[in-house]
Every structure is written in structure tokens, then in C-alpha cells.
């Protein structure tokens, strides 16, 4: 069975300042890594994934994220945090052949001005 | 671009009567899922379609049932609701994943469906 843990409900961080969001995950085989940003009272919006190759992808609204095998991690980070960044984030995750996407129990990020 | 479109965005039913909750996706996408959200809780997987046949199943209840159409859109049914029915149901789409799952999924706006 495959499975995603957000280990952090709550994460604040002052504006201008690096977050991190961290995400560990468990999956058969090769594991396929996403994360989402969902705003109140909307449908969950992409922002990255994993599938090969760089350990270090890039995504959306200048977020990026690093898998890590050894560690069974993929923590999103952005350099610079904005308070337009306060929202609910999902790391997901399914391994090969599995239509399933597994999501963790979200962290709910605040940044502070 | 167009996104995944739901219908309706909210609902209210009283306990025991049928819902139908509507999902198009986007255009070429042939890949259906189903996710629930419960208050403060991470989308649960419920059920999925590829190319109009059952691909993959979650937690989904006996008493809702999903199909997808030749024009890829898909419904889902729910009867017998329950107040612990209450929830926020997305569905989301992708393309082509043809059992390897490297595709990202792209989520509607959900359906708010309240269970009185």
C-alpha cells in the first residue's frame, strides 16, 4: 500500500523569508511525486512533479521541490516566501501502473508580513 | 485553457435521498477520478476511469456507483445518503496515463454537497 506523510499541520513563515514543506512518502516501485496548493473553497492546483531524472524540479509560482530516495522525501521549498503563498498544501504520490494518487493530510502554510 | 469542469457546486440533500454529482474533463483528457474531502481532511480516492472502463477503485461506498461516458465525462451516483455524506467531492482528469501514472492530474473546483 502506498502512503504520503505531511508530518507538519502548521508551518509560518515571515515574508522574504525560505519555506520549506516537508512530504516523505512510501510506494511500491518507482514512485511518481506531486505537489498541489489548495485556496479556500477551491479545487486542488498543481504546482510540480517528479518523475525522473533532476532530483531538484521546478514548478509553478517559483516553488521547486527535492526528491530524495534514501530519505523517501520530497520537501517543497521556495527561496523568497510571499504572503500570496498562504494556503493548504498536499504532497501525493502513486507508484507505477496505479491509477491512484495518495494524498498526505495536507500543511496548512502561513506566511506572515 | 479550459479545466475540469463540475456540476453543481453545491448541493443539499436530505438523508436518504440520491445525488448525482457531474465532471468534465479536460478536452482530450481520458483519465476520470473521483476524490472526496471531508471537513479538514486530505481528498480520499474513490474511484477512477480510463478510457470509460474502471481503472482503479478506493474507499468508495457500495451505495455510490461512477461511470464514464463516451464523451469522457463521468457522474457520480450516490444513494441512501448519510449526514457523514457531507463533503467536498472533486473529480479531476489527466491524460492518457496508460497505467504508468507519470501524469499529473488536474483538479475542478469541487462539489459541495451538504446531507441535512
Known amino acids: 500500500a502506498q502512503s504520503v506523510a505531511q508530518p507538519e499541520d502548521q508551518v509560518n513563515v515571515a515574508e522574504g523569508n525560505p519555506l520549506t514543506v516537508k512530504c516523505t512518502y512510501s510506494v511500491s516501485g518507482n514512485p511518481y511525486l506531486f505537489w498541489y496548493v489548495q485556496y479556500p473553497n477551491r479545487g486542488l492546483q498543481f504546482l510540480l512533479k517528479y518523475i525522473t531524472g533532476d532530483n531538484l524540479v521546478k514548478g509553478s509560482y517559483g516553488f521547486e521541490a527535492e526528491f530524495n530516495k534514501s530519505q523517501t522525501s520530497f520537501h517543497l521549498k521556495k527561496p523568497s516566501a510571499l504572503v500570496s503563498d498562504s494556503a493548504l498544501y498536499f504532497c501525493?504520490?502513486?507508484?507505477?501502473?496505479?491509477?491512484?494518487?495518495?494524498f498526505g493530510t495536507g500543511t496548512r502554510l502561513t506566511i506572515i508580513p | 485553457a479550459a479545466g475540469v469542469i463540475q456540476s453543481p457546486r453545491h448541493l443539499i440533500k436530505e438523508k436518504r435521498e440520491t445525488a448525482t454529482l457531474k465532471c468534465y474533463p479536460i478536452p482530450r483528457h481520458d483519465t476520470v477520478y473521483w476524490y472526496q474531502q471531508g471537513p479538514g481532511q486530505d481528498p480520499q480516492f474513490l474511484i477512477s476511469?480510463?478510457?470509460?472502463?474502471?481503472?482503479d477503485k478506493g474507499s468508495i461506498p457500495d451505495r455510490f456507483s461512477a461511470q464514464q461516458f463516451s464523451d469522457y465525462h463521468s457522474e457520480l451516483n450516490m444513494s441512501s445518503l448519510e449526514l457523514g455524506d457531507s463533503a467536498l467531492y472533486f473529480c479531476?482528469?489527466?491524460?492518457?496515463?496508460?497505467?504508468?501514472?507519470?501524469?499529473?492530474?488536474?483538479f475542478g473546483q469541487g462539489t459541495r454537497l451538504t446531507v441535512v
Open positions: 476511469f480510463y478510457e470509460k472502463m474502471q481503472s
Open positions: 501525493a504520490a502513486r507508484g507505477f501502473g496505479n491509477e491512484k494518487l495518495t
Open positions: 479531476a482528469s489527466s491524460l492518457n496515463t496508460g497505467g504508468f501514472g507519470n501524469t499529473e492530474a488536474f
